[in-house]
């Protein structure tokens, strides 16, 4: 025994049962600045002070009594006066018949805790340095954004005016650049406040819907919202945060995916207080290994992609630790080539608070005429949600919600759906005809066309409110044309009626 503690690199003691000093190697004996002779048949009370003392060996008696091993964090006053950190380990060793030893290693980590110190307070100062140079930053890029927009009032040449869009696009790039440093050093040092004030949550996804479809169409994709058959309708928190987590979701589907939908699924249960905001994409996907590692700072996944990809890789990070200050988690399935799902999970915080909707709006039936099956069902799970029936094979009477996409709206056939319209020869009303976003004026020329006729144009996303009210003006004519018609049961269904 005595071999082997002297061969161990930290300073070490074996006492007996009466937590006597049996043996102590020489890296003890110079932490103590005590020989061998000594310290051995000793006990903590003749080497220390009684307050030392009694920490030490109530320390060690559990030990000895219970068998289970103890760790302690410990500053020591040498005699030279100086004070040294030391981590001590206690453990019982069995011995022969019902004899024990306890042996103590204490390893001096001085240097690692004056090293810590050392880089927390780095830390401290890189983190005051990165906020100072934010604000700092922000304020003359704001300054040179605003003399921008100015600029593109005025009468410039095409080359002029591209050139002015690029100074717009790249400082508000290196805006969200800062931001994301801004935040994360917020996050980093403590600052971040939380606002907690009720918030809807249809209005806040429909927000963000309508903040991002300009950006997913540039892409070539399509972008729409769904919902569970039942979903939360109010919550209490941080809006702004949740939006801030949701469009940074959206956006990294929208860079991530080359071509099909990126959905927006909100859903969630009152009762067990959970909200659920999930955006699904049909993109490149994520190997398991990439799945954690895309949650790191300045970490991006490289994914071929010909879509040019911008920010430092902040993202993510500042959206875990955001979810995670708010009492939420962020989650992600994925499969290398298969799309990815991220969901946002919040509690909704709403206690015994359960305002519900008030459903003063007539529920008529409803059905889905839309092209592309993915964003039918979108439409369809949103209707249900609030308690619409969405029907099929029946003959009776309902709105019909037509989407047109770009290839629908050519000169020739817009000129040709103002046609039908006018001479009354559209087979599908009352209707409500859905445009793309960025087609205001196709949607106000055949709102024209369809003044005095039950038929209202609205652009995508529609939000719950504007869908609602055209659903509630539609109803009288609804019900006038169902007055000579048979009136047979309809039935659910849930998917593309078109």
């Keep these: 025994m005595r071999a082997i503690i002297q061969q161990l690199p930290v300073a070490c003691v074996i006492k007996d049962t009466a937590l006597r000093y049996q043996l102590v190697n020489d890296k003890y004996c110079k932490m103590m600045q005590l020989s061998a002779d000594e310290l051995i048949g000793r006990t903590s009370h003749e080497i220390y002070g009684p307050e030392i003392a009694n920490e030490y060996e109530a320390t060690e008696q559990r030990v000895r009594d219970s068998g289970v091993p103890a760790e302690l964090s410990q500053t020591i006053a040498m005699r030279d006066g100086s004070e040294r950190q030391y981590i001590t380990r206690v453990t019982r060793i069995e011995g022969p ?7 103590i290693t204490l390893s ?13 307070s780095a ?6 340095f990165l906020a100072t140079m934010s604000h700092e930053l922000r304020t003359p890029l704001n300054g040179v954004l605003g003399l921008a927009e100015i600029l593109k009032l ?6 002029q005016a591209h050139i002015v869009d690029l100074i717009v696009s790249s400082g508000q790039t290196l805006i969200s650049v800062i931001s994301d440093i801004l935040d994360m050093t917020m996050i980093e040092a403590g600052h971040i406040k939380l606002v907690s004030k009720p918030y809807s949550v249809e209005m806040l996804v429909e927000e963000i819907a309508g903040l991002m479809t300009p950006i997913a169409n540039a892409a070539g994709l399509t972008l729409f919202l769904s919902s569970s ?34 959905e927006i699924h909100f859903g969630g249960d009152s009762a067990s207080d959970e ?15 990439e799945q954690q590692a895309i949650f790191e700072r300045f970490r991006q996944v490289d994914n071929t992609s010909s879509r040019p990809r911008q920010g430092v890789g902040l993202g993510l990070s500042i959206c875990r630790s955001l979810a995670e200050l708010m009492g939420g988690t962020i989650t992600v399935a994925s499969e290398s080539g298969q799309g990815t799902t991220f969901t946002l999970s919040l509690p909704l915080n709403m206690g015994k608070n359960t305002t519900s909707e008030a459903k003063f709006y007539p529920l008529i039936p409803v059905e889905v005429l839309d ?27 309902r709105v019909k919600i037509i989407s047109y996409d770009p290839c629908d709206l050519t000169n020739d056939k817009l000129a040709e759906l103002e046609r039908d319209i006018a001479a009354g020869r559209l087979p599908h009303t009352p209707a409500i005809l859905s445009f793309p976003q960025d087609r205001t004026d196709a949607r106000t020329r055949i709102s024209r066309a369809a003044e005095d006729q039950n038929i209202i144009c609205l652009s995508r996303p529609v939000s ?11 109803a009288p004519a609804l019900r006038e044309t169902a007055e000579d018609q048979p009136n047979p049961q309809g039935r659910a269904v849930s998917g593309n009626q078109s």
């Design 371 to 397: 092209p592309k099956q993915h964003r039918a069902r979108g439409w369809i799970s949103r209707l249900e949600a609030m308690g619409y029936e969405v029907t099929i094979s029946d003959n009776r009477p």
């Design 275 to 289: 909200l659920r905001l999930s955006v699904i994409d049909t993109g490149v996907g994520l190997k398991p290994e």
């Design 229 to 262: 058959p039942s979903p939360p309708l109010y919550g209490i928190g941080d809006e702004a945060r949740i939006k801030q987590i949701l469009a940074n979701f959206v956006n990294n589907a929208i860079k991530f995916t080359e071509s099909g939908h990126v």
């Design 464 to 474: 719950g409110a504007d869908l609602r009210a055209s659903l509630t003006r539609l």
């Design 123 to 128: 830390d401290r100062l890189k983190s005051e």
């Design 97 to 103: 018949g019902k004899a024990h030893f306890i042996c």
């Design 108 to 120: 001096n980590v001085t240097a690692l805790t004056a090293a810590r110190q050392q880089a927390e």
């Design 154 to 159: 005025e009468d410039l040449s095409p080359e």
